[in-house]
């Protein structure tokens, strides 16, 4: 049998017990009022560099029902809840494989008409196995209302917290539940579905479509089967719900709290133009303004929607549809110990539609590496992690359960970039060479752009701007790049102000290792 380790938050607890002594014997102490904690590889960072990384998956159950999230109880006993779309959660074990019982059936009270609705997020109690329950997110029959409710095992009892009107559009319920290193869950709503936010949801405080919630489902408050913690940015803010923790989001899918330091990472699907992750610290997140829909990404969607002297968080990372992308999935931050000297510290995220596979990782200058390391299996709905916190995906048809494991693997390309810029103009000239043990023969480079950089021109290649996307193909004259040898081209483009380089390529699909310098010349 597989031991899981139970993680522990890396922050201090020794005030949290102090502070329990003074908790008044009516209000239950439950372990969601305190800090959680984590062991495993905690703040450490691995140096691999990037494009070094390579992922692989193998699958280790199949017959899944749209699988649509992976949650690990922290029982001691290996096992794995996995949550289908219809209302059914199913339990898989390393050793015997998927139970073919249901752990929970929701199927009489879970409305999964649209392609979007159904059973959105399962979570462990913080104090499983003592107290049995799973909370649950939802869209509920009859009319699509976005649900939070607690699900008891042993008895099948379904006790509804919170609710919130969805009948209009079937889309953007968004759906992520997650205990925070505070103790509070946290809960992320989309904006009501539709085109362009039609509701103006995303900026409005009066409802909580387009909103991270935060709230205490350890007590009861008045009327409420859960208690707002005082300290919720929008508190006593009036015409404000103060359930609201951050807002600006479309359809925030899925997100994860870094167990190392609390940080929050979130993907944020786009309308069309651009995908967003999205990385902020726990100290700046309570308020946090994403943009939508006044901005999607880093540009401005609908200027209505701006307001004068608005602080908006940015991303970390944007990419767009011409990269094969529809929809960000998000997903974690790797803190186990099998791969922490590959991947310690690195963000592992993907999109539904492209598959790929993206690394990112704090540069230590305000900037983030990035690379794209690979592909996962088609329709990626989850990125999970056990208790010990090692990786597997679900995906949602032909629904499967896969395990995700990483690899250090020498780039078989190399390219130096060195672009001269000046006033409103620069170029880039590349060399390409071939670091592998096998010719290539006919080629592709794709890379991404600042955003308001446009090429103008190129030479030996044959090169395609599509939004911030690049793609350069080979000539007649180079089409072979023999192992040790180099090919060169370059482009002329116009910008508007910011003349950084491209951050990551890939040539025919295959990180390369990338080294630019800069070259001012007025």
Known sequence: MLHLLRRRWTAPLFLVAVLALFVPLTVPLTASATEPTVTGSGGAAAEVPLEELAVTTTQVAFGLRRPIDIAAPDDGSGRLFIAEKRGTVRAYHPDTGLAEEFVADLTDVVDESGNERGLLSILPDPAFPEVRDLYVVYTALPDGAVTLARYG?????????????????????????????????????????????????????????????????????????????????????????????????????????????????????????????????????????????CREGLVVFDEAQCADGAEYTDPVFTYSPYTGGCAVVGGRVYRGEQYADLLGGTYIGTDYCSSAVWALREDGEGGYEQAEIGRFPTQITDVGETVDGEFYLVNDLPGGLHKVAFEQQQPTCRIDLTSTTWGGGLTADLTVTNTGSTPVDGWTLTFPLALDQTVISDWNTDLVQLSNMVRASNGTHNAVIEPGESISLGYLASHTGDVSPPKRANLNGEACALTTSEVPVG
């Open 153 to 293: 095992l042993d008895d099948g009892g379904l006790e509804v917290l919170l609710s919130q009107e969805h009948a209009e559009q079937w889309n953007h319920n968004g759906g992520t539940i997650a205990f925070g290193p505070d103790g509070y869950l946290y809960w992320t709503i989309g904006d009501g579905g539709g085109a362009g936010d039609p509701y103006d949801s995303g900026q409005r405080l009066d409802t909580l479509l387009g909103k991270m919630l935060r709230i205490d489902v350890s007590r009861t408050c008045g009327d409420l089967p859960y208690c707002v913690p005082d300290d919720n940015p929008f508190v006593g803010v009036p015409d404000a719900r103060p359930e609201i923790w951050a807002y600006g989001l479309r359809n925030p899918w899925r997100f994860s709290f870094d167990s190392a330091d609390g940080s929050l990472w979130l993907g944020d699907v786009g309308q069309g133009t651009w995908e967003e992750i999205n990385h902020v610290a726990r100290t700046e997140q309570a308020g946090a303004n994403f943009g939508w829909s």
